[in-house]
């Protein structure tokens, strides 16, 4: 499909900056018939030439076709995979240069939420323009930079309308859920920076009147002021007065909810297409950190590999349990801190029965309690006293616990390990949990694979002691329930002193996982909740590249990552090794984790085919 537009009587420039509304291409033919043959002939050529998507300049002097310049074209993640897979069902390229040619972030874009199809039918269309950036955008209309950044620090999603954008918007475009203009065609300043960025857009909206004096927005009889609800549609150029409920994407219909045929879906089968070829060239696994059946089936319908990281304390959270938890911290002696472990008992067991169920045999990588115990208790008096009736205690020993568990730095305290090592019953409990879940998934003919990762190791010991603890649980469990266990024992690599004695840890750990989070924080000696004041300048002085916490420091932390595997692997030479920090779904970690040689990396559930495609990219890059 050929796409363009033209003016007449005017310069490129008019065209880019927005500020005259222009022809479809398809007009010319009428116009300029001889010109207009040419260019589709031209087109053609470059296309084959260059073997992508051509955004070409042209101008018609005297009825005779000039081109100016022609360049790999902008475009959007649903268009990036609809030209790789249509280029290779064309046989100019192959299913290699497909997967290499698609950015791994912009397969984000595929599952952003789309409007609901009932609800938008049932909205106020105020206007529409020309499709420019795809996705559903809903926000409150401002009509400046300065406030869609203002509004969008306080935590307001925003649509930005403009009567043409100019490069001062960029800012507020940036903070803006979509951005709205009422002139300028889809290669305009406006269209082409929201397809960078990703962004929701419509473009040239003539029948929207934007006064930016009186800050209202006018169409149809419509009169929207600033700050009143906006809803947007990138993919069909409408614009509706009001939110507009949204609806998740095609792929996530078809994979997730199930709501939507395959066949029915062209985005879906495209997107399915690159996957399978990603797939035939990937080395790197790619698992999920999930915490919940349901994330787990969603994780495993994106293509997971299994689980990288469950964190056991987030089911210490959900209805009744956490008062069992609590009893738990509140307890003075070992048996009372049995008695309320025993309520948790059953909890943890069904979680993990869940979670076995849907994974169908896929591995799961499990980590003890990490964080420290403040951390469930109440903070102010008002929940203190309520907490007190409920479990028929006094406020003060709530009050004078808080005040006990009470750090000044809970990231480098008693969490992690720490806690398995001074209570030992804990670490107890959560491998009965894990291996009576076992034995029950198990006998009803599913194949369950354990890993139990214990976390924040520094020291060795602090390891052995704690798989002392769950080998003798194992053998119970198996006696008990009279089968066999299959399951590892390993750490998490989080803190820089664990990287350097990686060989003697090694000793006792069957596989290492990067907890990448922490270890980027304890090897920088900078909080990831904190480091966004400062950052932004280090990123303009060049002290730093990116963000160390979106994407892995490759020269600092990744040097440590580096000495753990040589150290490790010089120990134990089959030692499995992953990542689990939230760096596992960047592309660029992917690539340097597989470059690296780990067995898998592991991230968030709707971030699996980013990962997927990205390991794709690193085998085919060699």
């Given at each position: 499909m050929?796409?363009?537009?033209?003016?007449?009587?005017?310069?490129?420039e008019?065209?880019?900056?927005?500020?005259?509304?222009?022809?479809?291409?398809?007009?010319?033919?009428?116009?300029?018939?001889?010109?207009?043959?040419?260019?589709?002939?031209?087109?053609?050529i470059?296309?084959?030439?260059?073997?992508?998507m051509?955004?070409?300049?042209?101008?018609?002097e005297?009825?005779?076709?000039?081109?100016?310049?022609?360049?790999?074209?902008?475009?959007?993640?649903?268009?990036?995979v609809?030209?790789?897979?249509?280029?290779?069902?064309?046989?100019?390229?192959?299913?290699?240069?497909?997967v290499?040619?698609?950015?791994?972030?912009?397969?984000?874009h595929?599952?952003?939420?789309?409007f609901?199809?009932?609800?938008?039918?049932?909205a106020?269309?105020?206007?529409?323009?020309?499709?420019?950036?795809?996705?559903?955008?809903?926000?409150?209309?401002?009509?400046?930079?300065?406030?869609?950044?203002?509004r969008?620090?306080?935590g307001?999603?925003?649509?930005l309308?403009?009567?043409?954008?100019?490069?001062?918007?960029?800012?507020?475009?940036?903070?803006?859920e979509?951005?709205l203009t009422?002139r300028?065609?889809?290669?305009s300043h406006?269209?082409?920076?929201?397809?960078q960025m990703?962004?929701?857009?419509?473009?040239g909206?003539?029948?929207?009147?934007?006064?930016?004096q009186?800050?209202?927005?006018?169409?149809n009889?419509?009169?929207?002021?600033?700050?009143?609800?906006?809803?947007?549609?990138?993919t069909?150029?409408?614009?509706?007065?009001?939110?507009?409920?949204?609806?998740?994407?095609?792929i996530?219909?078809?994979?997730?909810?199930?709501?939507?045929?395959?066949?029915?879906?062209i985005?879906?089968?495209?997107?399915?297409?690159l996957?399978?070829?990603?797939?035939?060239?990937r080395t790197?696994?790619?698992?999920?950190?999930?915490?919940?059946?349901?994330?787990?089936?969603?994780?495993?319908?994106?293509?997971?590999?299994?689980?990288g990281?469950c964190?056991?304390?987030h089911?210490?959270?959900?209805?009744?349990?956490i008062?069992?938890?609590?009893?738990?911290?509140?307890?003075?002696?070992k048996?009372?801190r049995?008695?309320?472990?025993a309520k948790?008992?059953?909890?943890?067991?069904?979680?993990?029965i869940?979670?076995?169920?849907?994974?169908?045999?896929?591995?799961a990588?499990?980590?003890?309690?990490?964080?420290?115990?403040?951390?469930?208790?109440p903070?102010?008096?008002a929940?203190?006293?309520?907490?007190?009736?409920?479990?028929?205690v006094?406020?003060?020993k709530?009050a004078?616990?808080?005040h006990?568990?009470?750090?000044?730095?809970?990231?480098l305290?008693h969490?992690?390990?720490?806690?398995?090592?001074?209570?030992?019953?804990?670490?107890?409990?959560?491998?009965?949990?894990?291996?009576?879940?076992?034995?029950?998934?198990?006998?009803?003919?599913?194949?369950?694979?354990?890993?139990?990762?214990i976390p924040?190791v520094?020291?060795?010991?602090?390891?052995?002691?704690?798989?002392?603890?769950?080998?003798?649980v194992?053998?119970?469990?198996?006696?008990?329930k009279?089968?066999?266990?299959?399951?590892?024992?390993?750490?998490?690599?989080?803190?820089p002193?664990?990287?350097?004695?990686a060989?003697?840890?090694?000793?006792?750990?069957e596989?290492?996982?990067f907890?990448?989070?922490?270890?980027?924080?304890?090897?920088?000696?900078?909080?990831?909740?904190?480091?966004g004041?400062?950052l932004p300048?280090?990123?303009?002085?060049?002290?730093i590249?990116?963000n160390?916490?979106?994407?892995?420091?490759?020269?600092?932390?990744?040097?440590?990552?580096?000495?753990?595997?040589?150290?490790?692997?010089?120990?134990r030479?089959?030692?499995?090794?992953?990542?689990c920090?939230?760096?596992?779904g960047?592309?660029?970690?992917?690539?340097?984790?597989?470059?690296?040689g780990?067995?898998?990396?592991s991230?968030?559930?709707?971030?699996?085919p980013?990962?997927?495609?990205?390991?794709?990219?690193?085998?085919?890059?060699n």
């Open positions: 050929f796409y363009g537009e033209y003016l007449i009587n005017a310069q490129g008019d065209v880019v900056a927005g500020v005259r509304t222009p022809h479809p291409i398809s007009d010319l033919a009428k116009e300029m018939p001889a010109a207009h043959k040419e260019l589709m002939k031209v087109r053609s470059l296309e084959h030439h260059f073997k992508d051509q955004d070409l300049e042209f101008t018609v005297e009825k005779r076709l000039y081109i100016l310049q022609t360049r790999n074209g902008k475009r959007t993640g649903h268009a990036a609809r030209i790789a897979v249509d280029m290779v069902d064309e046989k100019l390229i192959t299913k290699k240069d497909a290499r040619r698609v950015p791994a972030d912009s397969l984000a595929l599952l952003a939420p789309v609901d199809r009932q609800s938008a039918k049932a106020k269309k105020i206007g529409s323009g020309l499709a420019a950036g795809p996705g559903a955008a809903c926000g409150r209309v401002v009509f400046s930079a300065e406030e869609a950044v203002m969008s620090e306080k307001e999603k925003v649509v309308a403009r009567i043409e954008t100019s490069p001062e918007d960029l800012r507020g475009m940036i903070a803006a979509g951005i009422s300028g065609g889809v290669s406006a269209a082409l920076v929201a397809r990703g962004k929701v857009c419509v473009c909206a003539t029948g929207i009147h934007i006064d930016y009186k800050r209202t927005l006018s169409a009889g419509t009169t929207l002021n600033r700050g009143d609800y906006i809803s947007i549609d990138g069909a150029g409408e614009v509706f007065a009001g939110e507009v409920a949204t609806a998740p994407s095609e996530v219909q078809v994979l997730v909810d199930r709501s939507l045929d395959p066949k029915k879906s985005t879906y089968q495209e997107y399915a297409k996957m399978k070829w990603a797939d035939e060239f790197l696994g790619v698992r999920t950190n999930a915490d919940t059946p349901e994330q787990v089936a969603n994780a495993v319908a994106f293509g997971a590999e299994g689980i990281l964190r056991t304390e089911m210490f959270f959900e209805g009744d349990r008062d069992a938890m609590r009893q738990m911290i509140l307890a003075g002696t048996d009372e049995a008695r309320a472990l948790l008992l059953p909890y943890q067991r069904g979680d993990f869940g979670i076995f169920t849907a994974l169908k045999g896929l591995p990588t499990i980590r003890f309690l990490d964080p420290p115990l403040h951390e469930f208790l903070a102010d008096h929940q203190q006293s309520e907490l007190a009736n409920k479990l028929g006094a406020a003060e709530i004078r616990r808080v006990e568990l009470h750090e000044f730095n809970p990231m305290g969490r992690g390990c720490r806690l398995g090592i001074t209570f030992p019953e804990i670490s107890e409990m959560q491998a009965r949990a894990i291996f009576e879940a076992a034995a029950e998934v198990q006998a009803k003919g599913i194949k369950v694979r354990p890993e139990i990762m924040l520094g020291f060795p010991r602090e390891l052995k002691l704690q798989i002392d603890i769950v080998r003798r194992a053998g119970e469990v198996a006696k008990e009279e089968t066999k266990l299959n399951y590892l024992v390993g750490t998490m690599i989080e803190i002193r664990a990287a350097l004695v060989d003697q840890i090694a000793r006792d750990a596989f290492f996982s907890g990448t989070n922490d270890l980027t924080q304890t090897a920088l000696g900078m909080s990831r909740d904190d480091s004041s400062f300048a280090y990123t303009e002085l060049d002290i590249d990116t160390p916490f979106a994407s892995i420091d490759q020269k600092g932390v990744g040097r440590l990552m580096e000495i753990t595997r040589d150290l490790g692997r010089k120990t030479p089959d030692i499995k090794l992953g990542i920090g939230e760096h596992g960047e592309p660029a970690s992917v690539k340097f984790c597989h470059r690296l780990l067995d898998y990396v991230c968030s559930p709707f971030r699996i980013i990962a997927r495609l990205a390991a794709a990219q690193a085998a085919l890059e």
